[in-house]
């Protein structure tokens, strides 16, 4: 009996278990994408007969996503299954029109390593720690002398840059550049989009002491707040968030979606109260990042932690180099034991449609 062929786009861990397993059952056809012209000519030739296509992280994005090509998929391809749990909304109603289901992954591996990253953007973005850089500590390294030169000088807001003070003296170290460093303890925390990865990353905020509110389309039910472990006040969208209480640091853990595109601009800014803080881990679209670069040169915003960026693959050069930004390249995700995760989902969700199933983690 001939087996099911299925296209592999991008890498995977081939030492897996699971993949050995599902290499017995199917004939797995790698693939290096390059051009679209290219990846259409394949379909139409050798691959003209493939059931499956297993998307890796990077996905269609090289060819502006599926639907590019999707007038030329062939008749037997029946699921095209991504590693990630964001995925492309157009590609996928597209998708459906042709009876071709597509597949994501629980947000399961995903919560851990990307609340752990809202942590870590969280303490240095109360603390302050980023500032005193490796690059800053090679000019002064003596750990008086900087904490001296680095505490009393204002902060060049208008570009994002430390100054340093000429001198000796002695400074605790409880400001930079007149800028306090503080615990999260006590502090005020939004969080935009509260599904698992978002719920994780409240409770991990509350362990640090910080009161929480949700923006989400619906409040939880009274079960799924007990299920919490801790209290979260809900507000239906942003916007009431900031008329609710002082917020000193709004997270955004939304995907990116027509209703959701620049969420955060220049008005969800001004209606904050003070000035605050900001982390996006969710979608870069999510935050208009010109209103971000004017929250920052007027001294609104304080910090902004980012992994994800308005136009990825490119990060605006205009956020690299300030000091009052931490920058990482949508890595939130990033770790061995979560790449495994979702390529063994991945495999499974393939598997389950093939043998006739509906899909595990259906889309569409």
Known sequence: MTKQQVLFVGDLNRSLSEFKKFQSKYECLEYTLTTKDQFIADLKTKFSHISAIYGAWLGFVPIGGFRTVIDHAPSSLKVLAFCSVGYDHQDADELAKRGIAMTNV?????????????????????????????????????????????????????????????????????????????????????????????????????????????????????????????????????LNATQQRDVDLIVIACPATPETHHLVNAAVIDSVSKPFRIINIGRGTVVDEEALLNGLDSGKILFAGLDVFENEPAINEKLINRDDVVLTPHIGASTSENFDYTATKALENIDNILEGGAGINKVN
């Open 106 to 238: 629980p947000s399961v591996g995903a919560a851990e390593p990307v609340s752990d990253l809202v942590v870590y953007f969280t303490i240095t973005g109360f603390r302050q720690l980023h500032m005193y850089t490796k690059q800053q500590l090679s000019k002064i390294p003596d750990t008086i002398d900087i904490r001296y030169k680095l505490a009393n000088e204002r902060f060049n807001q208008q570009g994002g840059q430390l100054n340093m003070s000429s001198g000796k003296g002695y400074d605790f170290g409880e400001k930079i550049n007149q800028r306090p460093n503080l615990s999260p303890r006590g502090h005020n925390a939004v969080i935009v989009g509260f599904g698992q990865i978002g719920q994780l990353i409240g409770k991990k905020l509350n362990q640090l002491g910080m009161n929480i509110t949700y923006v989400k389309r619906s409040k939880l039910g009274k079960e799924e707040e007990e299920k919490l472990g801790y209290e979260a006040t809900y507000a239906s969208t942003i």
